[in-house]
């Protein structure tokens, strides 16, 4: 569902250049869940970036389902659900309900399609409360439920999503991660999110990877990882280690 | 493409006018600046001379016919060229992931039908003009053509103007006086002009074929600096030979663009 192959992307800067990511390869089957770490600056929201369109390579190949992003990004854009957590991709000053009428006329869903979606995600989400609110005067909680809806609504095959848990209260936060959980179980739609927050990854991510420096540094599941440091009983522990161990071995 | 248009700037009206202001105040907004249109065109009227060998009405014929392009591509497109503040705010991000042209969403975003006046106005000049005018029936046919054609080279520069801000996100100004700069010089007739800005603004720039060299058509008099007949018909041609390229820089744009560090 998503393949990458040597993939990279830089930025100059005035005079220098700087590899967000370089060389990452890597492929996600689909129906799979995989969370994706990996310190400050560390290149995952750029590969996000990448999966979705935004942002063109600059060196590898990237495919998602079948479709290259960068080339075909509007053909993608029917087959892909992208959720960036720090920033919403609604419309500041629509109410939550218009905004999902103009992703409906945007993605041409079909009316009685949507009416069943939206009342599902309306249900599952608890949208009922707020729905008849600007976007900018949602709270943090309820503008990343929103935002979630709004990324489903075309009903995608896959989902990524950039921090969709950053700033959450443990309650919301569980009610987000149970609604991942059940999104991929029982629809199985295809889940990519990276984070801070380990406890998405113990509590969701079936395959962890982590990427350090814009090259992946660890793939594979959440127990493996714990094995790459005998001895050490957290997640937490482990997770330290491999970001400052890779942060020494790149000097 | 148009359907998809006319839907999005639809949704987008119809929120100005429940959200924004109540429909109270849009209706006086409306009245008050429907009057000050009606004084805007009395002061061009009283203003209007003769101008550079030309008729107080062939100017106005001329001013109306760039103004009713230049007044729709500001309407309906105008907005593209507030590409910069999208890209700064991330905003531009969202719209890469949805399966509608960014182009598109930026035209329409925030649309609002207020700046409908302002197309009415050029629109009563233009035919006053052509009214007061004793044209030759024959060479009408002209008039459609010219503002379709300023449509598309308007459109273009806007086009233009917004893919340069991808690479400079820092000048939006700049940029600014570049579009609003090409619908005022086309005001006017351009034997008003110096020679070497006529020839710059006619071959690097296609300005002259928004409304001067068909305009010369349309009012049958030759062109006072001696530019051969045929001319007067190489606007559309002018128009795609701009077209293109600005589409071809806004494809670029987006293939460059960077997004955000957060
Ligand atoms: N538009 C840009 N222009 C210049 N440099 C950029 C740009 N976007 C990202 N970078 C750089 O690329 C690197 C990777 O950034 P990225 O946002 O992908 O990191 P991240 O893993 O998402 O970090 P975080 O966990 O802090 O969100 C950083 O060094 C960043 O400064
Ligand atoms: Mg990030």
Redesign the pocket.
Known sequence: MIELDRAGRS?K?RREV?H?VRDLSFTIAAGEFVGCL??????????IKMLCGILTPTSGRVRVAGLDPSRRRTTLARRIGVVFGQRTTLWWDLPLRDSFELIRLLYNVDRVAYRSRLDELTETLGLGDFAAKPVRQLSLGQRMRGDLAAALLHAPDVLVLD?PTIGLDVVSKAGIRDFLRRLNSEQGTTVLL?T?DLGDIERLCRRVML?DHGRLAFDGTLDDLMATAPGRSTIEEVVTRLYTTGRETAR | MVSTYILLAWTWARAAMAYRASFALMAVLGTVLAATDVAVILVIFANTTSLAGFSHDEVLFLYGASNVAFCFCDMFVGNVDRISRHIKAGTFDAMLIRPVSPWIQLATDNFSPTRAGRIAQAAAVLAYALAALDLDARRLWMVPVMIVTGVVIFASLWTLAASVQFVLTDAPEVVNAFTYGSGQLTQYPFSVYARDLVRGVTYALPLAFVNWQPGLYVLGRDDPFGTPSFMRFLGPVAAVGLALPAWLAWRRGIRHY?????
């Open positions: 930025f800067v700087v967000a990996g310190p400050n600056g560390a290149g995952k929201s750029t590969t921090e990276t801070h990427i | 960077r997004s955000t560090g957060s």
